[in-house]
């Protein structure tokens, strides 16, 4: 079989391989039908993010199932699943709370397609078939009439969304919402202020200074303001910080109001002085890292199958499998491949 390379920054390549085998009773082997590029992969192929290869490529994407261990019972060869981007195993401790990005069944950060970050041994996803450790724990069957294109990003950056703005609304429904968006976490901060239209919220503000992605937020429902990314529009209940850099999450901060929650999804690679004191006196929860994507991604597929949200407005650009390379090395925000 053949699977998808990174060796480097603008550097990609299709190598042979042999096929997976299950050699356990509880794996599984996908086809993947649909694959999208996540936020990081373009820094990534640009040289912008130290991540270098060589290594398997590739980490979100909808699959079809093509073979089950003996054990699997939740899925069935012929089913289209959303195969989460973090190995977990649904049984330790870690798991069992939901924090399944932190599964102690395997290696810290173990993924699939992010090289040594997560681990070589797992793969990625950019390729003929892939093997499934956990089936039953991992594999999410997609709901009938839902496109595998449109949530082809279900497995890493929706829920990764979904962490950022789901929780919070539930806690306090109808709160208003502002999203800090830009090129450091960009189709992740777009999702964020569809799914905060998708859960109710009264207002869902929409802050950056890219012509394109003010075009998409408002297309999701948002209220768009034109703006740099630390701009003062208010204070609000709820705040994410999708723009990378200091100025970006300083102004998100500073942006939350009394007891109010801000979460930072972007990858911020250097420290960032916080403005503790300030923070304390409102009762500020902040909160960044990693989304433990398995337990919210059925929540992010109901929203969709319901029609309250379309993540398909956020892709850039969806091309043929066999036109991967060229068009990922395009670098487009949100790329989609579809076999």
Request: glycine share 10%; proline share 10%.
């Amino acid at each position: 079989m053949k699977r998808l390379m990174l060796s480097g920054p603008g550097a990609l390549t299709w190598e042979d391989v042999p096929e997976p085998e299950i050699a356990d009773p509880g794996q599984a082997i996908v086809r993947p039908i649909a694959l999208a590029t996540c936020d990081i992969d373009p820094a990534v192929l640009r040289g912008a993010f130290p991540l270098p290869g060589p290594y398997p490529f590739g980490h979100e994407g909808v699959a079809e199932v093509v073979a089950v261990g003996e054990r699997v019972r939740s899925v069935r060869i012929g089913d289209r699943v959303v195969v989460p981007f973090q190995i977990s195993c649904g049984t330790c401790k870690p798991c069992l709370r939901g924090r399944t990005g932190n599964c102690t069944s395997h290696p810290p950060l173990s993924t699939f397609g992010l090289g040594a970050l997560g681990g070589l041994g797992w793969g990625g996803l950019w390729a003929d078939l892939a093997l499934i450790p956990h089936a039953d724990a991992m594999l999410v069957p997609l709901p009938a009439g839902v496109d595998p294109v449109a949530v082809a990003s279900a497995s890493d950056n929706i829920p990764d969304a979904y962490r950022a703005v789901g929780p919070q609304l539930a806690d306090d429904p109808g709160a208003e919402v502002l999203v800090i968006g830009g090129p450091a976490a960009p189709s992740i901060g777009l999702y964020a202020a569809g799914l905060a239209v998708a859960l109710g919220s009264d207002r869902v503000v929409y802050l950056d200074d890219s012509p394109d992605r003010l075009a998409i937020a408002h297309k999701l429902g948002a209220e768009v303001i034109d703006g740099p990314r630390d701009a003062r529009v208010g204070r609000f209940p709820i705040t994410v910080e999708a723009g990378g850099g200091a100025k970006a999450l300083r102004a998100a901060i500073d942006a939350t109001t009394y007891d109010g929650w801000c979460t930072s999804v972007s990858v911020q690679t250097k420290d960032v002085p916080l403005p503790v004191f300030d923070m304390y006196s409102r009762c500020c929860t902040f909160h960044t890292g990693r989304a433990h994507a398995r337990p919210v991604i059925p929540a992010v597929l109901d929203l969709v199958a319901a029609g309250r949200f379309d993540p398909a407005l956020v892709t850039s650009v969806t091309v043929p499998w066999a036109d991967s390379v060229d068009a990922l090395l395009e670098t487009p925000m949100k790329l989609v491949a579809v076999r």
